[in-house]
């Protein structure tokens, strides 16, 4: 899978989606079983990623490490702040979750 197409699908799961931002939120998410996506920076804590990883595995949640850091995965989707995960809720008109899968 190219980044390309996964940052085109995830600007276009940003503007007509719904997305959850943060670790603590993504962790949350896949507690309840809500998540049906997770978007982990490749700089994000490695406690903080092994956990989302695990959680994300037990529940068969597509994961996708992002080969940037945190601060461009927050530019990314248009945020002036760093973002360490991203738990996709709703896709919106992308094809994000597709990519994930594709990309597992």
């Given amino acids: 899978?190219?980044?390309?197409?996964?940052?085109?699908?995830?600007?276009?799961?940003a503007k007509s989606?719904?997305?959850?931002?943060?670790?603590?939120?993504a962790l949350k998410l896949l507690l309840k079983n809500q998540a049906k996506g997770i978007i982990v920076a490749d700089n994000a804590?490695?406690?903080?990623?092994?956990?989302?990883?695990?959680?994300a595995n037990?529940?068969?949640?597509?994961l996708y490490v992002y080969k940037g850091t945190?601060?461009?995965?927050?530019?990314?989707?248009?945020k002036p702040f760093k973002v360490s995960v991203i738990a996709i809720l709703n896709p919106g008109d992308s094809?994000?979750?597709?990519v994930l899968s594709e990309g597992r």
């Fill in 17 to 25: 989606g719904k997305l959850s931002l943060g670790a603590r939120r």
């Fill in 45 to 55: 804590p490695s406690d903080v990623r092994k956990n989302i990883e695990s959680l």
């Fill in 95 to 98: 094809r994000i979750l597709d």
């Fill in 70 to 78: 945190s601060a461009d995965l927050g530019s990314l989707i248009g």
């Fill in 58 to 62: 037990i529940n068969g949640v597509p």
């Fill in 1 to 13: 899978m190219s980044e390309a197409l996964f940052e085109r699908e995830l600007k276009a799961a």
